[in-house]
């Protein structure tokens, strides 16, 4: 039975409603003020260059601000100095490389365009007042058209973006000014000397002031990849032969970091192609690195990851091999993971110190021969008993094994190839086993992977 409402009550709804709401309104300012103070804290911990950075634009704004302040600069620059500050404000940007692309591609564009229209206004004012603008509004449109589809180009767009925009507006202001303002060529070097102040101020600051380097980044980008597909096959035993439910809990942070590499595709290839290729020779990384060669690393580090997803998806996969088809592959199958876990752990250390070693592919030969075990056992009479659905699990799990031995050797080649490229340092390291790496089974026919015991004679 529905409840009846008075007119009294009804009346005084929402003026009740308001009533309440201007006395909710301080608890929850301060509750939205002390969420934005609690996200910004984590935002500077998780990044403190995030920190540093804001200081650095102040600071060059600051700095290139005192053209306005003191009178000496002013009356060299005048009302044109605010460009100095504009061009500050746009050209900073996180990382040295990002910042010096945008000022070159700035101060570049300027100088040309500026040069351009100038050019265009003294042709066209040879054509009378008349037939003045005509050929300013030609000239325009020429330049517009060319440069905005020259834009589509890829290196084009991936290099030079910004600079074809101020190439389009520096030109349309030079030239199309100069119909009103006969110093055409004072205001083109006042706005070309104002913006190579301006964006040498943000270079000086960014590069001399905790300076952001974004090939370092990359680097380390492409090595922690590598270790997150380590992770992964590490802790891939242990949960698809269910050891126990502690191992469980404990793996599923490793069983879930791969999935950021199916996504680094965009982000490598915006620091290697727009940002890394700027930058100067800076720590290990000398002139002209080669950057490019990241991005083969990364390629190959991402279609290992996909062979990761395809096996991550038979651990919850509704249709599961009974436990004693799994336990016939149980041996070899761990063996395999845990070689391939230990080569992607050499790789992406070996590679994150910038040093070339053979003890990965020592891991990957390992591998292949267990690798030949599994193969031999998938080919026995094992399976003859079997029912064939209750097989294909198991027997995909096998096959996806095999393949990522493959992805991982080509990322080893790729890792060498880059190493030599960029002048790693050579490490001759020979291991001595002092235990028999195997992998044995208890009473209860579970597996137990002791962890081997080795003797390394590192010789640089």
């Known amino acids: 039975m529905e409840a009846v409402t008075s007119p009294l009550q009804e009346s005084y709804g929402p003026i009740t409603r308001g009533c309440q709401w201007l006395k909710a309104l301080p608890n929850k300012f301060c509750d939205k003020t002390m969420e934005i103070a609690r996200k910004t804290k984590k935002l500077g911990q998780d990044d403190p260059r995030r920190i540093v950075h804001s200081l650095k634009v102040g600071l060059a704004i600051t700095l290139v601000s005192f053209f306005y302040y003191f009178e000496p600069l002013y009356d060299g620059f005048g009302d044109s100095a605010m460009w100095a500050v504009l061009t500050v404000v746009l050209v900073s940007e996180f990382s040295v490389g990002a910042t010096l692309g945008k000022g070159l591609n700035r101060m570049l564009a300027t100088l040309v365009a500026g040069a351009l229209g100038a050019g265009a206004h003294c042709l066209a004012s040879l054509s009378g007042r008349k037939g003045e603008p005509i050929l300013v509004a030609t000239f325009v449109f020429i330049i517009a058209v060319i440069t905005t589809f020259m834009r589509f180009f890829p290196r084009v767009k991936a290099r030079y973006d910004y600079g074809m925009m101020i190439f389009i507006l520096t030109f349309c202001m030079v030239s199309v000014s100069g119909y009103r303002d006969d110093q055409v060529l004072k205001m083109a070097h006042v706005r070309f000397s104002t913006i190579l102040v301006g964006s040498c101020a943000s270079l000086i600051v960014c590069i001399c002031v905790c300076p952001v380097w974004i090939g370092e980044d990359l680097h380390k980008s492409v090595a922690a990849n590598i270790a997150k597909l380590a992770n992964f096959l590490q802790a891939f035993g242990d949960e698809y032969f269910k050891v126990s439910e502690e191992s469980n809990e404990n793996n ?192 209860n026919n579970t597996a137990i992977v002791p962890v081997p015991h080795c003797v390394i004679v590192v010789a640089e």
């Open 252 to 443: 599923k942070p490793y069983l879930q970091g791969y999935r950021t590499v199916l996504t680094s595709k965009s982000s490598e290839e915006t620091m290697q192609a727009n940002f890394a290729i700027w930058e100067p020779g800076h720590g290990p990384f000398g002139y002209r690195h080669p950057w490019k060669m990241y991005l083969k690393v990364g390629n190959l580090t991402r279609e290992c990851a996909y062979k990761v997803e395809a096996l991550n998806s038979y651990l919850n996969s509704k249709i599961q091999a009974p436990a004693e088809i799994r336990g016939k592959i149980q041996v070899p199958c761990k063996r395999v993971s845990l070689e391939c876990s230990r080569a992607l752990k050499e790789m992406a250390s070996t590679f994150r110190k910038m040093v070339i070693t053979r003890s990965a592919v020592m891991h990957i030969e390992n591998s292949k021969k267990a690798a030949e075990e599994l193969k031999s056992l998938l080919k026995t009479s094992l399976w003859e008993e079997a029912d064939l659905l209750e097989m294909i699990p198991a027997a995909s799990v096998a096959s996806l094994l095999l393949e990522i031995i493959g992805c991982i050797e080509k990322i080893s080649e790729a890792v060498n190839e880059l190493g030599k490229a960029a002048s790693f340092r050579k490490i001759n390291a020979t291991v001595l086993p002092e235990q028999q790496d195997s992998i044995q089974q208890d009473s």
